[in-house]
């Protein structure tokens, strides 16, 4: 079974200042997917970035960016120059490469808050 | 585009009651639909997967139950709540050709007393 882990309950930073909020995660499969979800106080999940572990290059989206660290198992999240809209509970995902019927595992989830 | 749909936003029930919460998916055809549930400050936790009409998938033992009649719609059920049935329950689906990406429903606050 996959276990996904972010050891920061909570963590918070000064706007415009840079973040990263850390996850590991425990499989066996060699091919998955990783994933940085947004929960802000809406409660709707907006997917932040996605990750193939078959691509070393870490995946970017414009402030965010990821740390992928395939034999360590990790899979940390930098946001740049933050911003107070991005202040949300964060969650790592996991999801194996199966072509159907495939799950999303998640971490307990990592709460940002951005100062001004 | 596609779209999700789920209703209502917001319940609240007395224990015993039955329930039933509705999720519709538009813009697409075959889609995966999940049903996950969050407890209070903590992570989603799968209840239900479904890859076409009347599969489903149970990953944890409880008191609910889930059915998919048509293509684009999934219902949670339940006959009798209980108290630790309380929880922000989410759907999702993904498809089109990437099924490694979800897009979830806006959710929907169930308190049971």
């Known amino acids: 079974a996959q276990t996904v882990t972010q050891s920061q309950p909570e963590m918070s930073v000064q706007e415009a200042e840079t973040v990263t909020l850390s996850c590991t995660y425990d499989?066996?499969?060699?091919?998955?997917?990783l994933f940085w979800y947004k929960q802000p106080p809406s409660r709707q999940m907006i997917l932040v970035i996605r990750?193939?572990?078959?691509?070393?290059q870490n995946a970017t989206e414009n402030r965010f960016s990821v740390n992928f660290q395939k034999a360590a198992k990790s899979f940390s999240l930098k946001i740049s120059d933050s911003q107070l809209g991005d202040t949300a509970m964060y969650f790592c995902?996991?999801?194996?490469?199966?072509?159907?019927?495939?799950?999303?595992?998640f971490g307990e989830g990592t709460q940002l808050t951005v100062n001004p | 585009s596609q779209t999700i749909h789920q209703w209502p936003a917001t319940l609240v029930q007395p224990v015993g009651s039955p329930l039933s919460l509705e999720c519709t998916v538009e813009?697409?055809?075959?889609?995966?639909l999940y049903w996950y549930r969050q407890a209070a400050g903590r992570g989603l936790q799968l209840l239900f997967y479904?890859?076409?009409?009347?599969?489903i998938s149970s990953e944890v033992p409880q008191n609910l139950s889930a059915s998919r009649p048509q293509d684009r719609q999934f219902i949670l059920s339940s006959k009798k709540l209980l108290l630790s049935d309380s929880g922000f329950y989410l759907c999702?689906?993904?498809?089109?050709?990437?099924?490694?990406?979800?897009?979830f429903g806006s959710g929907t606050q169930l308190s049971v007393l």
């Open positions: 999702a689906w993904s498809g089109g050709g990437v099924r490694e990406k979800l897009f």
């Open positions: 499989t066996s499969e060699n091919n998955y997917y």
């Open positions: 990750q193939e572990a078959y691509k070393q």
């Open positions: 995902a996991f999801m194996t490469g199966e072509t159907s019927g495939s799950r999303l595992t």
């Open positions: 813009g697409t055809s075959n889609p995966n």
């Open positions: 479904s890859v076409g009409i009347g599969q």
